[in-house]
């Protein structure tokens, strides 16, 4: 699972606390704003939500296609059986 942490520009006033309360790494200062640069390692704390003074953070999960945490659909899986078998017949 992947968490996206959006940061809304429009409200931010610049105060770091996100990047402080960030204890994984995933949000650092650069450029003068809060930015997220590591969002694999994101443990949903929501500590960086909690300290904005603004709300200018929120967070969801994303599913992407680096996601293998969920579980293939049984068809697909069946799909992928067969096609496993059909595969090791020799011609
Ligand atoms: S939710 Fe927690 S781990 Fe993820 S970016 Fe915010 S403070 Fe960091
Ligand atoms: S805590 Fe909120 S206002 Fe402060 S830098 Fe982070 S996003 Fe911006």
Redesign the pocket.
């Known amino acids: 699972m992947i968490?996206e942490?959006k940061i809304n520009y429009d409200k931010c006033t610049r105060c770091k606390e996100?990047v402080k309360?960030?204890?994984?790494g995933?949000?650092e200062w650069l450029d003068d704003l809060p930015v997220?640069v590591n969002p694999k390692?994101?443990?949903?704390?929501?500590?960086?939500?909690k300290n904005c003074p603004v709300n200018a953070?929120t967070?969801e999960r994303a599913v992407s296609a680096y996601d293998n945490s969920q579980d293939i659909p049984e068809p697909l899986e069946k799909h992928i059986e067969l096609f496993r078998n059909a595969s090791s017949h020799q011609y």
């Open positions: 968490v942490i996100c309360a960030c204890s994984y995933v949000l997220v390692s994101c443990a949903l704390c929501l500590e960086c939500e953070i967070s």
